[in-house]
């Protein structure tokens, strides 16, 4: 007998289609072959979420039409790489609709977790993003989700200084060259996992790779590159298949 299929929404909170479309092939390559993957563009609100007012703007825009979409699907992956406050909001809409224990997550909230569970105890993680504002606002973020505050964990935020749309509008060459400043600046303070902090990131680990390597030589094959919508997808399966 066929395994029953799953159903999973990618919700890309901004307006931006490149964006959900590059998350497409992502998604497609984890081999999920029997879960049905549908996404979502926002239809209104803001191209790039570069602050917390700007993911305030995005919930505000997307909930409506999400919480229509509630029953008809398993499960939801928030594709913006902050502690967006759609992940908490739809949780409590599908809790209100009887669903309360349908998975729900956000992509920075999956990659943490991927980090803290596959480093030994004393490694450190890092994360590489956008624009400068989101150090801090990660920062915290991840304090508020370790349950602490200065985690031996965390190594730091890393910035590009591009917003996410800048990201596939900039020339190639001067986005590499800001993702391995970044990403070096995190392996001097001893970044054991790198987690691309954007979900315009996508595709981009190889370039990471790379820095990893012109920084480390052969011990840069081992740093860990944590992509938050690949680790959103692994624990929304995981959750789906036990049934929790």
Sequence with gaps: MASAKHSILIVNPNTTQSMTDALKP??????????????FTAPSGVP?????????????????????????????????????PLVSRLRAEA??????????????????????????IE????????GKQWEDILGEATENLLGC???ARYTGTETTGLNADELHSTPKVEVDKRMKDATKRLLERGAKAI???????????QTVREACVEQLGEGGKAIKIVDGVVSGVI?????LSAGI
């Design 26 to 39: 992502l998604v497609k390559g984890i081999g999920f072959q029997e879960t049905v993957f549908d996404y």
């Design 48 to 84: 790039s979420i570069n602050n917390e007012q700007d993911a305030a703007i995005s919930t505000d825009a997307c909930l409506p039409s999400l919480i229509k979409l509630i029953s008809s699907y398993d499960a939801f992956l928030v594709c913006c790489y902050s502690q967006h």
């Design 123 to 130: 490694s450190k993680f890092g994360i590489v993003s956008t």
């Design 235 to 239: 624990h929304l399966e995981g959750a």
């Design 195 to 205: 987690c691309l902090g954007c979900a315009g990131m996508a595709g981009m680990d």
């Design 95 to 120: 809790s209100k609709a009887g669903s309360s224990n349908k998975p729900i997550t956000g992509i920075f909230e999956a990659s943490v977790a991927f980090c803290i569970q596959s480093l030994d």
């Design 149 to 151: 505050k200065g985690s």
